[in-house]
Nanobody, 127 residues
Framework: QVQLVESGGGSVQAGDSLRLTCAASGPKFSSYAMGWFRQAPGKEREFVSAISRNGSNREYASSVKGRFTIFRDNAKDTVDLQIDSLKPEDTAVYFC????????????????????WGQGTQVTVSS
């Protein structure tokens, strides 16, 4: 199974940028579709972005489209989330997740698609 560790969170001002990294350990990272979710205090965990196994397809939540960009490097076993123009409403714990069993071009969008989760990294945006 794959293990996931997120890093790169922090406390920033509105308008700043952050780059979150999810490092995977375990066999066959390229066999997993990957995604990022976030959970704000008192709210449900929500989908942020997803990328296919081969990196050719990406999807974003409407609330982050145009500001967030997802990347993966199958040689380094990492998936990054570049976050620009941060807003206070982006404050949340951000989780990386891995979804097995997808075709190379397919995306995993639903939480139920994901089997493995990291512990999360906190992003706090002040106005």
């Amino acid at each position: 199974q794959v293990q996931l560790v997120e890093s790169g969170g922090g406390s920033v001002q509105a308008g700043d940028s952050l780059r979150l990294t999810c490092a995977a350990s375990g066999p066959k990272f390229s066999s997993y579709a990957m995604g990022w979710f976030r959970q704000a205090p008192g709210k449900e965990r929500e989908f942020v972005s997803a990328i296919s196994r081969n990196g050719s397809n990406r999807e974003y939540a409407s609330s982050v489209k145009g500001r967030f960009t997802i990347f993966r490097d199958n040689a380094k076993d990492t998936v990054d989330l570049q976050i620009d123009s941060l807003k206070p409403e982006d404050t949340a714990v951000y989780f990386c997740a891995a979804s097995p069993g997808k075709w190379p071009f397919d995306l995993a969008i639903a939480k139920s698609d994901y089997r493995y989760w990291g512990q999360g990294t906190q992003v706090t945006v002040s106005s």
